[in-house]
């Protein structure tokens, strides 16, 4: 049987945009990406810590070492430039997966700049 657990995610970034006119997703600074695990077109849950807002979208590459944080299209709704968000994927695994498996957790600063990897 798989099961779904948490796999990485980015803990209070702060979006940095919110682009109404662009079609769909979650622009993410590609060094941020890196460091998390996560990889463009990569389905994404974001949690609002502000609003309480939570959601589902994919992430687009952004610049690396931009800090950027943007969220587009109809998810720019949901959010606010400023609001701290965690970014979260998940994984199905196995019980031997399991097992094994840690999280990748990065915490970043109030300019999306590492300053914790577990």
């Known amino acids: 049987m798989l099961m779904e657990f948490l796999y990485s995610k980015i803990h209070r970034a702060t979006v940095t945009d919110a682009n109404l006119n662009y079609v769909g ?7 941020l990406l890196k460091a998390a695990n996560m990889r463009e077109y990569q ?3 974001i949690l609002d810590v ?3 807002e939570r959601f589902q979208t994919y992430i687009i590459k952004g610049e690396p070492n931009s800090g950027c944080i943007c969220l587009n299209g ?22 031997k997966e399991y097992a094994t498996h840690k999280p990748t957790v990065v915490i970043v600063d109030d300019n999306n700049k590492i300053v914790e990897k577990h």
């Open 50 to 52: 502000n609003n309480g």
């Open 43 to 45: 389905k994404v849950e």
């Open 25 to 31: 997703s979650i622009t993410i600074d590609e060094a």
């Open 74 to 95: 109809a998810a720019a709704r949901k959010v606010q430039k400023g609001d701290k968000v965690i970014i979260v994927t998940y994984a199905q695994m196995d019980e």
